[in-house]
Nanobody, 125 residues
């Protein structure tokens, strides 16, 4: 499966962006999907994840209450709505999908088999 992340850009602190992760090659309506980010000089970190059904979502403490992950399986797309953006949110954002059908969503990057190319989010203060 190929993942295409989009929607990044430059935004002022306090602003919002919505990232999209579109899948092609196979349906990913029955696999868990996660968003991760990597800032310059830092390790990749978990941001949010959603179960295959969309019924369960998970967030890093640093984004809880500001970011919302959702999915539209009919469109083979997962979204990350980011509100109240802060400078510390500046990073390249990657979406990732698990290969095993109905495997649980986890915060570990090692559990994800397919990765998109990333989309840059820059928050100016």
């Amino acid at each position: 499966v190929q993942l295409q992340a989009s929607g990044g850009g430059l935004v002022q602190a306090g602003g919002s962006l919505r990232l999209s992760c579109a899948a092609s090659g196979r349906s990913f309506s029955n696999v868990a999907v996660g968003w991760f980010r990597q800032a310059p000089g830092k390790a990749r970190q978990f941001v949010a994840a959603i179960s295959w059904s969309g019924g369960n979502t998970y967030y890093a403490d640093s984004v809880k209450g500001r970011f919302t992950i959702s999915r539209d399986n009919a469109k083979n797309t997962v979204y990350l709505q980011m509100n109240s953006l802060e400078g510390v949110d500046t990073a390249i954002y990657y979406c990732a999908a698990r290969d095993r059908i109905r495997a649980i969503a986890t915060p570990s990057a090692y559990d994800y088999d397919y990765w998109g190319q990333g989309t840059q989010v820059t928050v100016s203060s």
